[in-house]
């Protein structure tokens, strides 16, 4: 006789159970077996689903955004022109990038990409296209 995996056990609990019972526990949860031999694997899967079983998955829009993720069409590249001027404002302070040949100009000073302004003003490594929304 099968024994059957006890579904209401404590999620901090599921980290301590042997091996082959979290093994069992995945094939019952999930309908099939897997040849991980990674308890982590295990582990983050198995909790997961029992918290979906306990409180509910993923909306209907949620799991449609996720499934067709890969079929949304690529944004292209952002080409400026040399001459363009970029503005942000930034904690309190409004900052003029100049799209120069070869790279970009804020304040006299070249960079040679718009990530590298990006770090100059707030930092820390940031996407110049994200944080100067181009």
């Known amino acids: ?56 998955g993923l909306d209907t829009k949620t799991k449609s955004i996720l499934e067709n993720l890969d079929k949304r069409p690529v944004k292209e590249e952002n080409n400026l022109p040399v001459g363009t001027e970029i503005t942000k404002k930034y904690k309190g302070e409004i900052y003029r990038v100049r799209i120069v040949a070869g790279g970009f100009e804020l304040k006299d000073e070249f960079y040679k990409s718009l990530s590298a302004v990006a770090f100059h003003i707030t930092g820390r490594k940031i996407s110049g296209k994200e944080f100067f929304g181009v």
Do not use: C
């Not at 006789?1 to 526990?25: C, G, Q, R, S, Y």
């Not at 982590?40 to 509910?56: D, K, S, V």
């Open 1 to 56: 006789m099968i024994e059957l995996p006890n579904l209401n056990i404590e999620l901090t609990e599921v980290a301590n159970l042997p091996f082959d019972k979290l093994k069992h526990m995945y094939v019952y949860l999930f309908n099939r077996n897997v040849n991980s031999s990674r308890r982590e694997f295990f582990i983050w899967r198995i909790t997961y689903r029992l918290q979906e079983l306990r409180f509910g």
